[in-house]
T-cell receptor, first 113, second 111 residues
Framework: KAGVTQTPRYLIKTRGQQVTLSCSPISGHRSVSWYQQTPGQGLQFLFE???????NKGNFPGRFSGRQFSNSRSEMNVSTLELGDSALYLCASSGLAGEDEQFFGPGTRLTVL | QKEVEQNSGPLSVPEGAIASLNCTYSDRGSQSFFWYRQYSGKSPELIMF??SNGDKEDGRFTAQLNKASQYVSLLIRDSQPSDSATYLC???????????WGAGTKLIIKP
């Protein structure tokens, strides 16, 4: 069974631009969670989607948004990028709405210049 | 505010010894507990999960859960240099299904 995939793996943007990251969960998984991780920091929860609905949301500004499609693939968007948005963005999928163990993709490393 | 606490470390353990990692949580109604390992620059990978009080063993790893004292621990027997990583504890609280994460403990196994 294929694992969680994320694209792109690396991204370089400049301040003020916007970015869209993509995540394809494990086949059959319906829940997708997004996390931000900066050096030396733990996982900061962004949001979780289940069956195309946002079920949970973390404490991030409205510049961070996401969506989930009918095939469970998910995207997250960050508008008006700031230097502090440079981080590893991780996507994790699970069988139910966060109720089961989460499996992570390789992450997208975003650098904002 | 539901919280999961871990000692940030680093925890230094000689090769071949037992490494003991601890995690405490605040929500007494928590039901599911997970340990993940994260190598530098990589994504977290699931090591073990435990739902019931007591011990759960998988190879060199043992997870211990004590709901009365609200802690979960991970023991790594015969520690190897390849076990050097950050270990993340995650808990599903009783009120919803969203994982709450600890900040992680950095483990260093010294040859």
């Amino acid at each position: 069974k294929a694992g969680v995939t994320q694209t792109p793996r690396y991204l370089i943007k400049t301040r003020g631009q916007q970015v869209t990251l993509s995540c394809s969960p494990i086949s059959g998984h319906r829940s997708v969670s997004w996390y931000q991780q900066t050096p030396g920091q733990g996982l900061q929860f962004l949001f979780e989607y289940f069956s195309e609905t946002q079920r949970n949301k973390g404490n991030f500004p409205g510049r961070f948004s996401g969506r989930q499609f009918s095939n469970s693939r998910s995207e997250m968007n960050v508008s008006t990028l700031e230097l502090g948005d440079s981080a590893l963005y991780l996507c994790a999928s699970s069988g139910l709405a966060g109720e089961d163990e989460q499996f992570f993709g390789p992450g997208t490393r975003l650098t904002v210049l | 505010q539901k919280e999961v606490e871990q000692n940030s470390g680093p925890l230094s353990v000689p090769e071949g010894a037992i490494a003991s990692l601890n995690c405490t949580y605040s929500d007494r109604g928590s039901q599911s507990f997970f340990w993940y390992r994260q190598y530098s620059g990589k994504s977290p990978e699931l090591i073990m999960f435990i739902y019931s009080n007591g011990d759960k063993e998988d190879g060199r790893f043992t997870a211990q859960l004590n709901k009365a004292s609200q802690y979960v621990s991970l023991l790594i027997r015969d520690s190897q240099p390849s076990d050097s990583a950050t270990y993340l504890c995650a808990v599903i609280p009783g009120s919803n299904y969203q994982l709450i994460w600890g900040a992680g403990t950095k483990l260093i196994i010294k040859p």
